[in-house]
Nanobody, 124 residues
Framework: QLQLVESGGGLVQPGGSLTLSCSAP????????IGWFRQAPGKEREGVSC????????NYANFAKDRFTISRDNAKNTAYLKIFLLRPEDTATYYC?????????????????WGRGTQVTVSS
């Protein structure tokens, strides 16, 4: 069973930046689209950004269009989400998901595999 592993979260001051990584030890991701999601305390999980298997299609939720950048390096079997100018409202657990599925408005429309998440806390 493919297991995704997120890393790169942490405690960051407002205005800082982070790069989150998503990998699948022992598996290859190049056939899968990757989606990043987040869930803040007391809120529903929401799509942040999505990238196609080859990287040619990338899209973002409206709130993510200015400060988030998704990328992937299939040679390293890793996808990334870079977040700039972090705000307290970005505090959430960030998850990656993989599927042979489309990206739409920043959301991977189907999710076959999930990671356990990485916590991002933005606070001074």
């Amino acid at each position: 069973q493919l297991q995704l592993v997120e890393s790169g979260g942490g405690l960051v001051q407002p205005g800082g930046s982070l790069t989150l990584s998503c990998s699948a030890p022992g598996f290859t991701l190049h056939s899968y689209a990757i989606g990043w999601f987040r869930q803040a305390p007391g809120k529903e999980r929401e799509g942040v950004s999505c990238i196609s298997s080859g990287g040619g299609v990338r899209n973002y939720a409206n709130f993510a269009k200015d400060r988030f950048t998704i990328s992937r390096d299939n040679a390293k079997n890793t996808a990334y989400l870079k977040i700039f100018l972090l705000r307290p409202e970005d505090t959430a657990t960030y998850y990656c998901a993989a599927a042979v599925a489309a990206c739409s408005d920043g959301t991977l429309v189907a999710q076959d595999f999930w990671g356990r998440g990485t916590q991002v806390t933005v606070s001074s």
